[in-house]
T-cell receptor
């Protein structure tokens, strides 16, 4: 049973524009959310996280928004760069505990 | 600081065989988690070890097992391999909790 869902398998954006990646979750016990970025033949790399006590967290070009009532979070990348092309995974945990529940990922392609 | 290392990087086995994968965490990290990545299911949590004790386990059959040594290095074992076990197996280490997890490059297991 997939508790974290990324319903868009792929997304294509032009360089310089905004990329918006979406994620939905079903488990109301989740209280810590993370985004990871993955290049082929490499492990996922941590990008940004947000606690459920916040609704926004920003780090440079990356901003994560959390809507607890809708059980939805999104990652905004502004401006998008070709080097951002990768698979992005949304993940969630309970009490920032020991197990991450991942979505299936969204493949982002940023074209020049 | 050296990252998480996993050996071997690639492995080919046949059905019915068993396999052992190895993970060396970042120096000082005592928590090691294992994940399975497949195209259909995405990234799924297998188990997590801390100070040689399994603290959490995902929803996988008993054929999947693991252990952690006193130097925090971890191994996972899959017995009686099935075709569906073909996947990328990722190891992640952290000081304690998921918000500090760093992933290795993974071991690509192919079962023929």
């Amino acid at each position: 049973d997939q508790q974290v869902k990324q319903n868009s398998p792929s997304l294509s954006v032009q360089e310089g524009r905004i990329s918006i990646l979406n994620c939905d979750y079903t488990n109301s016990m989740f209280d810590y959310f993370l985004w990871y970025k993955k290049y082929p033949a490499e492990g996922p790399t941590f990008l940004i996280s947000i606690s459920s006590i916040k609704d926004k967290n920003e780090d440079g070009r990356f901003t994560v928004f959390l809507n607890k009532s809708a059980k939805h979070l999104s990652l905004h990348i502004v401006p998008s760069q070709p080097g951002d092309s990768a698979v992005y995974f949304c993940a969630a945990s309970v009490d920032s505990g020991y197990a991450l529940n991942f979505g299936k990922g969204t493949s982002l392609l940023v074209t020049p | 600081k050296a990252g998480v290392t996993q050996t071997p990087r690639y492995l080919i086995k046949t059905r019915g065989q068993q396999v052992t994968l190895s993970c060396s965490p970042i120096s000082g990290h005592r928590s090691v988690s294992w994940y399975q990545q497949t195209p259909g299911q995405g990234l799924q949590f297998l188990f997590e070890y801390f100070s040689e004790t399994q603290r959490n386990k995902g929803n996988f059959p008993g054929r999947f097992s693991g252990r952690q040594f006193s130097n925090s290095r971890s191994e996972m074992n899959v017995s009686t391999l099935e075709l569906g076990d073909s996947a990328l197996y990722l190891c992640a280490s952290s000081l304690n909790r998921v918000n500090e997890q760093f992933f290795g490059p993974g071991t690509r297991l192919t079962v023929l």
